[in-house]
């Protein structure tokens, strides 16, 4: 039996997820299938590969984590959560869940209709964000749950935290949009430094913070 790899591992969530969104309600055969791929990218420690590039570099300091990849308890749940990476430092875990980047995938395209109203158009924060996930749908859903592992540690070390002249720190304003835009830089140089893939280039991304910091 040839070795199981992410790509591989990858187009089955891909094709499960086209069954799991059909229709109103997901089956539990197809729940038990999700479940079945997981524990496979578990045993094939798919988990351990994707925490030695992803995770360990962007982790707090002294943060010391096992990952896997999620698996819902049948009996009790029928559905997948939303969140696509779940950080627990207190239990030491980190759990990913690949189905939460096509509902991502769908707040991006929620995202290019919010352009078009005049209510986001009143917020240059929230404008600015949902511009920036319009941009983000470029990326295929396995680059976006790349960046959104990157993002969650980059979240967790608080990294858009600034300290008032009291020195008391608090979060800058639009520190969801910052985050993810730092997530999307370091994702860009490790592709760069590990496929020789220019992110800006092969998917038309054109989004310099440059264009957007003013205001900030």
């Known amino acids: ?74 009996d009790n749940a029928t559905e997948f959560p939303e969140w696509i990476v779940r950080c627990d430092f207190e239990n030491e875990t980190v759990d990913l869940n690949p189905i939460g980047v096509f509902l991502f995938l769908e707040r991006c395209e929620e995202a290019e209709k919010l352009l078009k109203t005049r209510e986001i158009k009143r917020s240059f924060i929230k404008y600015r964000y949902n511009a920036f996930l319009t941009e983000l749908k470029k990326l295929p859903p396995k680059l976006i749950f790349f960046l959104i592992i990157i993002f969650r540690c980059a979240d967790a070390r608080k990294i858009t935290e600034v300290e008032k002249k009291n020195g008391e720190m608090v979060e800058a304003e639009g520190r969801r949009y910052l985050t993810l835009l730092s997530a999307l830089k370091e994702l860009e140089s490790l592709m760069l430094d590990t496929k020789g893939l220019n992110l800006r280039q092969e998917y038309a991304i054109s989004w310099y913070e440059s264009d957007w910091i003013v205001g900030e």
């Open 1 to 74: 039996m040839a070795k199981k790899t992410l790509d591989a591992t990858w187009k089955q969530f891909e094709r499960v997820a086209d069954k799991y969104f059909t229709g109103k309600k997901p089956s539990k055969k197809i729940i038990d299938r999700i479940n079945r791929y997981a524990e496979a990218a578990n045993k094939a420690k798919i988990n351990n590969a994707l925490q030695t590039v992803l995770i360990d570099p962007y982790l707090p300091e002294n943060v010391k984590v096992s990952t896997h990849f999620y698996m819902t308890d049948m």
